[in-house]
């Protein structure tokens, strides 16, 4: 699908939760997700306009932004997948928003560094909505005090990020995952991927991770080992 055709489909979306008559409501952010995509479609995507870009990787991103951010400006490159404490230095340099702050050891490991080198990305907690084992995240329960402690250790949290069980109805996590932001005062929720980006946008996104449905399939999932 076109940048173009995904960019109709944001605006119907949030057309349909406030009417343009009800008032001006602005567009989430179209993080295009280029992980394991080949360079020369990240370049059209690029050369079409669009600058908002996710990794899910420190190291494939390492390799492929700053050639690309030498090439063209204004790129604003997140990092949605786990972030390993002894990469975090390399992250800060090189992402300007990170999704995936999931526990109090990486928090800690961020507010050190963020000390030493005077600047921080933007940050998103993310929350295991559906308490899944195998998934990253702060579990529900903790999540309203690990926020408190984020602020106590003074780094810039801008919101909640969340990938519903894949066996689940998302929009009950999208849900969980708004209410949470608002009773703790955040404004920014990460949640909604291709398949569905127009429910969270329902459910109030202010940031959607949409990478198949521009750029295509990804290789075979073999090949993505986990970070
Ligand atoms: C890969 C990935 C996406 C994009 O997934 P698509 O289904 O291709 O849109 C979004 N968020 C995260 C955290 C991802 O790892």
């Known amino acids: ?18 009417p343009p008559a009800a ?7 179209l993080i295009a997700v280029s992980k394991v995509q080949p360079d020369e479609r990240v370049r059209a995507v690029l050369a079409q306009g669009h600058r908002c870009f996710g990794e899910n990787r420190v190291q494939e991103a390492a390799q492929k932004w700053p050639h690309f951010r030498a090439e063209f400006s204004g ?3 997140h990092l949605l997948g786990p972030l390993q404490s002894n990469k975090a230095r390399q992250a800060m340099q ?13 928090a800690a490991a961020l507010a050190r560094l963020a000390q030493e080198l005077g600047q921080c990305p933007k940050l998103f907690i993310q929350v295991n909505t559906g308490s899944e084992p195998q998934k990253a995240g702060i579990l529900n329960a903790d999540c309203d005090a690990f926020i408190a ?5 003074d ?16 929009g009950a996590h999208f849900q969980l995952l708004a209410d949470m932001a608002a009773r703790n005062g955040l404004l920014g929720l990460s949640m ?3 398949a569905d980006f127009e429910l ?6 202010t940031h959607i991770r949409v990478g198949s449905a521009i750029f295509g399939n990804r290789v075979p999932a073999a090949k993505q080992s986990p970070a």
Do not use: N, W, Y
């Open 155 to 170: 780094l810039p949290i801008i919101g909640l990020m969340c990938i519903p069980p894949a066996e689940e109805e998302a």
């Open 1 to 18: 699908m076109s940048l173009d055709q995904i960019k109709q489909r944001i605006t119907r979306a949030v057309e349909a939760v406030a």
């Open 94 to 106: 090189l992402f300007d928003v990170i999704h995936s702050l999931d526990r109090p050891k990486l």
């Open 149 to 153: 402690d984020c602020r106590a250790l």
């Open 192 to 194: 909604g991927m291709s």
């Open 23 to 29: 008032g001006i409501k602005t567009p989430p952010e």
């Open 75 to 77: 790129i604003d490159l």
């Open 200 to 205: 969270a946008i329902a459910h109030g996104a």
